[in-house]
């Protein structure tokens, strides 16, 4: 007899790098048939991801609805003022490598992940934020397995990666199927890879196979009557884009006569400085290191101009955003300037001595008319994702976007990167969305996919106009 459930489940398919042109080429090719079909019945979306839009950081509004950086993720890497990491680490922290699994300790203990919210009834695979949800759900964990992640990693083995991406993922398609877990969160990480590589045909390989999950947990709920009552969305977490030009912002500033502190290579020193690259196209600059405190740039700015003013005309830095003042974010193109304010009203755009984001003015924008103030931009959703990085406690003194065609790290990467992410910039910003469930509310972000998740599971609006889902 055929079961039929009422209880809805979740999953998210999260498709790494995967950008709106590569989801629209996949589908016209015939290669995803899956996605294709649920964007005919359903729709599709282009939505934005948060700045640094990188890997792992840009999961936590997916998990937990909220901005990283309010949430206390700043980016890849960071560095703590407060110096409550450990000193072996330079008091900095890498999501790349051994501390990859120290992000949920970073994590604001107010920022709820969905594991946490269905109180373990989930399941992960290359989640990275894992708080709430068991060990033995976590399919990514073991000996094993890691030491075939550290292997492909170090080596930048593209192809031993999306060997073992496939064996995960046909692990993820079993579990579903027994455990039937409220919650279930998968990453499919080889096609980012891949994207970095310039290997085409390693992100539609990738793509294929997040087709294929989709469909076969289709196939497996449609059997057990689960179908009905299951959301499933595949998304991306941010964008890509060539890069001609590598500009080390690290070695530049050494070049300058500054002692700068930066990953790999973090051991406790007399540094003054420290960069901590994201995707490598934004980057968090720290100043006056042995200050435990965080100044504002006013402070900074008559002992640091001189010695990094440079930055403000280089070709390879697009945006450089410093804060002002509590409420307060300057933002730079070259020396064209102009002021972001968050205050209690919302956000205003206003313009100083140019116009470095290219948009038009606005005063006391909610956050939903601030991202459409912004939509079809070079910037969608900037001004308040600078807000909201800029004025965060753990962010830098210098907040830095790359220009497109360059980012900002060049040594100690396994992948010769010849595409990159992490900057401001649209083509980074948008990602693609598609689910088996047609909005019916306007979809702006990744962290409306949070809240309706929330809804759907039935925990309640924890934020004004959430988005939810109907039938089919």
Known sequence: ??????????????ADGL??????EGIASGDVPELSAMRDAHGSHVVTTVFPSVTGVAYVPLLTGRHPAEAGVPGLRWYDRSRQLPAMFGHSRSYVGTQLRRIDDDLSPHATTAFELVR???????????????????????????LRVIRAHVTGDVAAWAALEEEMAGQLVARVRRDRPRFTFAAFTAGDKAAHAGNAAGVRQSLRLVDHVAGNIRRDAERDGRWDS?????VSDHGHSPVHSHFDLAEALRHAGIKVRAHPWTIPDNSEAAVMVSGNSMAHVYLDLETRARRDWTELAPRWLPRIGNLWSHPAIDLIAVRRGPTTVDVYRGHARAEIIAGNGGFTYRQMNGNPMRIEQFEDACDEEAHDRTDGSDYPDGVVQLARLVLAGRSGDVVISAAPGWDLRQ?????????????????????????????IATLRRTADVHRALRQSLGFGQRHDRVPTFTKP
């Open 120 to 146: 373990g009834n989930a399941l992960g695979s290359g989640a990275m934020i894992t708080r709430g949800l068991p060990r033995s759900a976590q399919l990514d964990r073991g000996a094993r397995h890691a």
């Open 1 to 14: 007899m055929r079961i039929v459930v009422t209880e809805p489940a979740i999953i998210v398919l999260v």
């Open 411 to 439: 040594r100690y990467e396994p992948i010769d990167h010849v595409s990159s992410h992490g900057a401001l910039h649209s083509s980074h910003m948008m990602v693609p969305l598609v689910g088996n469930r047609r909005p």
């Open 19 to 24: 950008t709106p042109k590569e989801l629209d």
């Open 230 to 234: 299951m959301h499933l969305w595949v």
